[in-house]
DNA sequence: TGGTTACTTAACCTAATGGTTAGGTACGGG
DNA sequence: CCCGTACCTAACCATTAGGTTAAGTAACCA
């Protein structure tokens, strides 16, 4: 049930690859140019393997693409599930542009003037 | 460490609670109007606590609101959260719009030249 | 050819997720 | 005041997620 909405759910399986703090910072890097898997696992405190998982992970996604070079298999960001994920945000823009809820930005306006959070 | 980097992880909360396509499902319906619970539950092939934990995944990410209304605890949608994913995606923007693909490719050409290791 | 580097697979563990049922609490109406 | 409706909490269960170590494959290099 689970994995048969996920394998038919590709914005589900974007979500939740984007959930993890360090597939974000993954994507992050890649954003700046393809790197490979130890390039990738340098920054973080986890064995290559752990890493290896986060990739799987972000290609089930369609997030991440693996090349191959010699030894190495180069990973590089694919944006078409970005751009899914854009499409699907820009149908709730009435609720999150500012212009929509007038009364709800002019409470947040002077919420933000002192809002320790 | 899980539970840790979530709690001071909003983007990870927003993320992982729209990764399931039930709480995807009750922010389209929030997104038409504030309901209660059992209009929320109505659509959905599943007992109210289960519905109730999902709302309260949305809650703890700040997507929905509680109100109290006598017996009823109607739920309302909540924009922030929305606003930020939209925030995180703009600095991929780059990726995910076409104009950019062919400046990307240069780059990538560019870089292939002296790429270390 | 044998060692080293790069990466993956397998087996395992713990904790979180997503569902259940049963048993609350709180409110409004007859 | 009691009953039904609305909702929440608790306890439980199965599966998934995210990490580990150990062992495997593959390519380069001396």
């Known amino acids: 049930m ?20 360090t597939r974000r910072a993954i994507v992050a890097r890649l954003a700046q140019g393809e790197a490979t898997v130890s390039q990738l696992a340098e920054p973080f405190d986890m064995s290559s393997p752990a890493v290896s998982k986060h990739l799987k992970v972000l290609e089930r996604a369609g997030l991440v693409e693996k090349g191959r070079e010699a030894q190495f298999r180069p990973r590089r960001l694919k944006p078409e599930p970005l751009r899914d994920l854009s499409g699907w945000l820009e149908s709730y823009r009435q609720f999150w542009d500012a212009k929509f ?15 320790p959070q």
């Open 2 to 21: 689970v994995l048969l909405s996920m394998a038919t759910d590709p914005l589900g399986l974007t979500f939740s690859a984007l959930a993890d703090p």
């Open 101 to 115: 809820d007038s009364l709800d930005a002019y409470l947040k306006e002077i919420q933000n003037k002192d809002t």
